[in-house]
């Protein structure tokens, strides 16, 4: 993918409008199992990225799966590269995924991953991210992106 090239538009209107959508790129892939995200920056370096929870992203238990959870920490940090201006490295490499539980999620409430890009070298991302539903934590992460070269 080329840096021109547009993997997000903005929503109109409704709940999400002003945040960032994707742009029919993920059709036909796993990640349509999570549903529709939205992100949007917040500074050079962070990014929020949601989710809108459903009865699909439960466990027998009725709160959110971890395995659900582990897939969006993963998506999101690619959301978050393109809310800040990395739309060429949609396409990269997740070389590791840490994932720490923090408390159970519910069905119901949005669930808001805080994405920040710690360092940026010349082959790797190293990022973290906090979830949260309703301002409770409910699991962190970390990742190191392995980035692709940008066709110029």
Same mark, same amino acid.
């Given at each position: 993918? *080329?840096?021109?090239?547009?993997?997000?538009?903005?929503?109109?209107?409704?709940?999400?409008?002003?945040?960032?959508?994707?742009?029919?790129?993920?059709?036909?892939?796993?990640? $349509?199992?999570?549903?529709? *995200?939205?992100?949007?920056?917040?500074?050079? *370096?962070? @990014?929020?990225?949601a989710l809108e929870?459903?009865?699909?992203?439960? $466990?027998?238990?009725? *709160?959110?799966?971890?395995?659900?959870? @582990?897939?969006? @920490?993963?998506?999101?940090?690619? #959301?978050?590269?393109?809310?800040?201006?990395?739309?060429?490295?949609?396409?990269?490499?997740?070389?590791d995924l840490t994932?720490?539980?923090?408390?159970?999620?519910?069905?119901?409430?949005?669930?808001? #991953?805080?994405?920040?890009?710690?360092?940026?070298t010349g082959r790797?991302?190293?990022? %973290?991210?906090?979830? /949260?539903?309703?301002? %409770?934590?409910?699991?962190?992460?970390? @990742? /190191?992106?392995?980035?692709?070269?940008?066709?110029?």
């Open positions: 993918m *080329s840096e021109s090239q547009e993997v997000a538009r903005p929503v109109a209107d409704g709940k999400w409008a002003g945040w960032l959508t994707w742009v029919g790129r993920l059709d036909g892939t796993f990640i $349509n199992v999570l549903g529709p *995200s939205y992100f949007r920056p917040e500074t050079p *370096s962070r @990014a929020t990225v929870t459903a009865p699909h992203h439960r $466990n027998p238990v009725d *709160s959110l799966h971890g395995g659900m959870l @582990a897939a969006f @920490a993963d998506h999101a940090y690619f #959301a978050a590269l393109v809310a800040i201006g990395k739309p060429g490295q949609v396409d990269g490499v997740t070389v994932m720490q539980y923090l408390g159970g999620g519910q069905i119901g409430p949005d669930l808001m #991953a805080e994405v920040d890009l710690l360092q940026e790797m991302l190293f990022m %973290r991210m906090l979830m /949260t539903q309703e301002g %409770r934590a409910v699991a962190a992460s970390t @990742a /190191t992106i392995r980035k692709v070269a940008i066709a110029r």
